[in-house]
Each structure stands twice: as structure tokens, then as C-alpha cells.
């Protein structure tokens, strides 16, 4: 059983080169290695943002995201696969999370990427809040169209079960 640390929440920003040496090390049958990295937009429902907060409550997130993480490795063939969620205060511009996978094929490798971030937006509990330049604030919601890609995955696995 690998030591490798699959999940992360953590304050500090991330390497990409670095998360992603460490994924594939010890790992000679990765034909594919697929990330992405979400950033924090300036603007957002029209309005500027000048800082985003992010708090989540310790144990269950992690849990969460793990899950999301697995149900990834049931659905496709993964080698590995890593989750980082930055949280606390950031600017436009910082890196805020990042999904990497790693599969003998590419197509695995990246629909599982995608499943993982359309999950994270919809199941990761995360409360974010938006400050504005005038230091207003509020907190976001979910997305109607977060939740509609979500949906689509349900939709893939009833096609597949039918068929």
C-alpha cells in the first residue's frame, strides 16, 4: 500500500512539476499522466473580486474528496491519482486546486479528471466567500451548470448499466 499523500487541503500553493513527479514515481506502466489546475477568477456573476476565501471542516472533507477520488479508480483504470484544495485566503490569479491522474491510456486518464473536477464542484465541502474591492462580501453558492455536469456522469453510468 503506497504512503503517497492522494489528498491535500492545505494553505500553501503547490508545484506542478513536483505533485507530478511524485505521482508517477515508481510507476513504469503510466502511458498517460492528465492535470488541472483551477485558478482563482478576478470577476465572477459580473462582479470584481479582489480576494476569495475558502474554509472547509477538517475529517469530512478530506473523506469526501477521497471518495470522489475512488469512485474515479472504480470507474476508469487509474495508476494514481492526486486531489489538492487550497483554502484560506487567495488572489485572482492563485492556483486553488489541482487534479492529476495517471493511466495506462489517455482517454482514461482524462475523462477521470474531468469526473474528479465535476464532482469537486458539486460534493467537496468547501463555503467559499468573495470579497469585493469595496470589502463587501458573499458567500457562493452552487452552480446550476456545476451541477448539470455532475448529472451528466449519472447519465453515463445509466447508459452503460442499460446497455
Known amino acids: 500500500m503506497s504512503t503517497f499523500p492522494f489528498i491535500k487541503i492545505q494553505q500553501e500553493d503547490f508545484d506542478l512539476s513536483t505533485e507530478i513527479k ?14 488541472f ?4 477568477r478576478d470577476i465572477n456573476e459580473g462582479d470584481d473580486i479582489s480576494v476569495l476565501e475558502l474554509e472547509h471542516y477538517p475529517g469530512m472533507t478530506e473523506k469526501a474528496l477521497e471518495a470522489i477520488r475512488l469512485q474515479a479508480h472504480e470507474r476508469w483504470p487509474l495508476q494514481s491519482s492526486l486531489i489538492i484544495h487550497r483554502i484560506g485566503e487567495m488572489m485572482p490569479c492563485d492556483q486553488i486546486v489541482l487534479v492529476a491522474v495517471s493511466s495506462r491510456h489517455r482517454e482514461a486518464a482524462f475523462e477521470a479528471a474531468h469526473f474528479i473536477m465535476d464532482y469537486l464542484k458539486t460534493n467537496a465541502p468547501f463555503w467559499k466567500k468573495e470579497t469585493f474591492p469595496d470589502g463587501e462580501t458573499r458567500w457562493v453558492d452552487a452552480r ?8 451528466r456522469w449519472h447519465q453515463t453510468v445509466d447508459n452503460e448499466q442499460t446497455a
Open 22 to 35: 511524485a505521482l508517477r514515481e515508481g510507476h513504469k506502466d503510466i502511458g498517460a499522466v492528465v492535470s
Open 37 to 40: 489546475i483551477g485558478t482563482v
Open 144 to 151: 446550476v451548470s456545476d451541477k448539470e455536469a455532475e448529472a
